[in-house]
Antibody
Framework: QVQLQESGPGLVKPSQTLSLTCTVSGDSISPYYWNWIRQPPGKGLEWLGYFKYTGSTSYNPSLKSRVTLSVDMSKNQFSLRLSSVTAADTAVYYC????????????????WGQGALVTVSA | SYELTQPPSVSVSPGQTATIPCSGDKLEYKYVGWYQHKPGQSPVLVIYQDTKRPSGIPERFSGSNSGNTATLTISGTQAMDEADYYCQAWDRNTGLFGGGTKLTVL
């Protein structure tokens, strides 16, 4: 049974960096794509980016300059860093596995973490 | 930039068929996935690659994709199907979600 679990601070100050980690159990990092998706309060889902098991990444163009994704294969974890946060970055952050990827296609999100609420406030 | 458009809300009576459209330019040339999202829970994949149903998803969920519109169809809708539904696709290796459709079963 594949399980994903987000962890990290629930409160971040404006202008600081949001950091979250997703721990994967029940399967390995390879050969999947590992995604971060968020949902601001009262709004829809927004894809932030993925880290491919080969090491390549893809980011949402609207956030590209602020997002960094990485993987620690030895710990079966992947991480999100979002810099210079504002109140608009307050959201539930989900990690999700991208399965069945193809050319220019990151796959479908077949497993999700339970979500981590991150609030940006002084 | 590429966009996926969904109606904000759809209503259906129990036992009837609900259809939720998702439109985008030449969408038929992209794979579309559909996600069910209930309050306080994580989204669940109910359709992938336009028409395929993951293991454990009831047969009443089906999908299609033609022209500029992908459609999620729920036959014999049940009260438990009330949720937000999101379509999802990829454009140039960038993930995209539709704005979501709130399905009300009344």
């Amino acid at each position: 049974q594949v399980q994903l679990q987000e962890s990290g601070p629930g409160l971040v100050k404006p202008s600081q960096t949001l950091s979250l980690t997703c721990t994967v159990s029940g399967d390995s990092i390879s050969p999947y794509y590992w995604n971060w998706i968020r949902q601001p309060p009262g709004k829809g889902l927004e894809w932030l980016g993925y880290f491919k098991y080969t090491g390549s990444t893809s980011y949402n163009p609207s956030l590209k300059s602020r997002v960094t994704l990485s993987v620690d294969m030895s710990k079966n974890q992947f991480s999100l860093r979002l810099s210079s946060v504002t109140a608009a970055d307050t959201a539930v952050y989900y990690c999700a596995r991208g399965n069945r990827p193809g050319d220019n296609y990151g796959g479908d999100f077949d497993y999700w973490g339970q979500g981590a609420l991150v609030t940006v406030s002084a | 930039s590429y966009e996926l458009t969904q109606p904000p809300s759809v209503s259906v009576s129990p036992g009837q068929t609900a259809t939720i459209p998702c439109s985008g330019d030449k969408l038929e040339y992209k794979y579309v996935g559909w996600y069910q999202h209930k309050p306080g829970q994580s989204p669940v994949l109910v359709i992938y690659q336009d028409t395929k149903r993951p293991s454990g998803i009831p047969e009443r969920f089906s999908g299609s994709n033609s022209g500029n519109t992908a459609t999620l169809t729920i036959s014999g809708t049940q009260a438990m199907d009330e949720a937000d539904y999101y379509c999802q696709a990829w454009d140039r290796n960038t993930g995209l979600f539709g704005g979501g459709t709130k399905l009300t079963v009344l």
